[in-house]
Structures are given as C-alpha cells and as structure tokens.
C-alpha cells in the first residue's frame, strides 16, 4: 500500500512493494527448508511490533537445507530498501537477501545486536526494539527488478551467501517474523 511520509520534504508517497507482508503463510512467499505452516511454522504467534497478535513463527525445516522465505521481484528502481522485524526463538542469526538481480545480503546477529557481513556497497541497519524485537535493514544503492529473500542461518554462521548456510532445524527452534518491507528509497521508512 501507499502511505504519504511527512518526513520527505519532497512530499512523495511512499509504496511498500510487497504483498502480504506480515502473512509468511500466505503462498506469494516461496518457503525453502522451513516447515510448513501448520507442522512447526505457526501463523499469528506472538505479539508483532504494532501490538497485534499478527507476528509468524517460522521453523527451520530438519531436513539439510537453506532455510528461507522469498517474495518475487518488484520493478526496478534507483534505490531500493528490505527491512522486517524479526525476533529470535532459538535462532538468532538471519539475513536479507536481494533474490532477483543482484544477490546481494546482509547478515545479522540477533544475540548481539549486530551485522555480521554483507556484500560491498550494501547498507545496513539493525535496530532493537522494545520486547527482544529488531527491524533489519539493507539498502541497494541499484538494482534491476528486486526481490526479498529471509533467512534463519545456522548458528555457527560467519559470512557468505546466506543460501550457502544449509543446516537442519532441531525442530522445536525458530524465529519470529514480521513486517516485512521493500521500498523505494536509501532508508526504512516507517513500516
């Protein structure tokens, strides 16, 4: 959807340009390795962000794999951001992906607080909320049709593509997930 952002002096609108976007179950989110919802990954699990109990628990699939969610690519634009609040439930080490053109990542320690890698010339951000959440981030400075890859890594990740931490899940660990965004610009607007 469009929102206006009263902090762009430009006064541009803003459009997140992903579907369904604190609904992880929902098919227009390709799931790779994680359990399906219903056997392990649970819909509306926990308190989100916003207060609602709309936030999903995503599990790691036990079966050795990358453990991701992806969205298909949105149209090209000059600068582009991928932000999600995510929450860790046993896991705690996650990236964004950049599916579509560039394969670009950002890696992110949720036990620290921190960023763990990421591709050159990529932004980041990570930022702690209230309630153990926290809203990552990464910027492409530009990028052809876009696309959002989530993942849970495993814990002894360092660096690299995060689809190259292939792992199998314990079956009781997890993370939460929700919000996710990705939008025209160098910065995560307001969700």
Known sequence: ???YDPSDINLN???NLLQYTEQVDNAIWIRTGFDAFGSGSVANATTAPDGTTTADFIRPGTVSSSQRFTQNPAPAQTAQTLSVYVKASGYFKVALKESATTG???SFDLSTGTVLANTAGVGTSITALANSWYR???TLASAG???LQV???APAYTTGDPNS???SGDGTSGIYLWGAQLQTGSVATTY
């Open 136 to 138: 990552i981030s990464m």
């Open 1 to 3: 959807g469009a929102w």
């Open 145 to 147: 049709p876009c696309g």
């Open 151 to 153: 993942s849970v890594l």
């Open 13 to 15: 609108w803003r459009y």
């Open 165 to 167: 931490s292939a792992f």
């Open 104 to 106: 670009n990542y950002a």
